[in-house]
């Protein structure tokens, strides 16, 4: 979602107060960011968390 809105790493690790390196082990999933950082990402990034973590809301019945 970042690339597709032509953001660096840089510039969204700027917006959200974190560093580049901490930006990166997010995308890469190798840190787990508390909840209230992937709501500021997803602000950034003007989606809804659930969008960000690919959440399948859809229930199975």
Known sequence: MREDRNIS???LGNLCN???T????I???NTNPSSYLLY???QKLEVKASELL???LTSEQ
């Open 9 to 11: 790493q840089t510039e």
């Open 18 to 20: 974190i560093e580049r």
């Open 22 to 25: 901490n930006m990166n082990r």
């Open 27 to 29: 995308e890469a999933g």
């Open 40 to 42: 500021v990402i997803s």
């Open 54 to 56: 690919n959440f399948n």
